[in-house]
Nanobody, 114 residues
Framework: QVQLVESGGGLVQPGGSLRLSCAAS????????MGWYRQGPGKQREWVAT??????SYADSVQGRFTISRDNAKNTVYLQMNSLKSEDTGVYYC?????????WGQGTQVTVSS
């Protein structure tokens, strides 16, 4: 069983930056996939970014602005978010797939507003 805890959310002005962290309670070095999802107000949860051994991938809406990375030594995955827009507002969730089982964090709120 792996527990995930996201942090780093908050209120930021348009054009600003935030870095989200997702800390795992156990080793993630064997995780086949780690990713970030988000759910905006009144919207369904959507995929944002994924990191695998083969590389990274991003939703078109965040390509060029967000960067996903992982630190196996710290059992943590990050999401660096730059040039934030109001439409990036939502709850951001971390997802890890480990030995065929997916785990989700509880989410962290990101609000982009002036």
């Amino acid at each position: 069983q792996v527990q995930l805890v996201e942090s780093g959310g908050g209120l930021v002005q348009p054009g600003g930056s935030l870095r989200l962290s997702c800390a795992a309670s156990g080793s993630i070095s064997s995780a086949s996939s780690m990713g970030w999802y988000r759910q905006g107000p009144g919207k369904q949860r959507e995929w944002v970014a994924t990191i695998r051994s083969g590389g990274t991938s991003y939703a078109d809406s965040v390509q060029g602005r967000f960067t996903i990375s992982r630190d196996n030594a710290k059992n943590t995955v990050y999401l660096q978010m730059n040039s934030l827009k109001s439409e990036d507002t939502g709850v951001y969730y971390c997802r890890v797939v480990l030995f065929g089982t997916q785990y989700w964090g509880q989410g962290t709120q990101v609000t982009v507003s002036s």
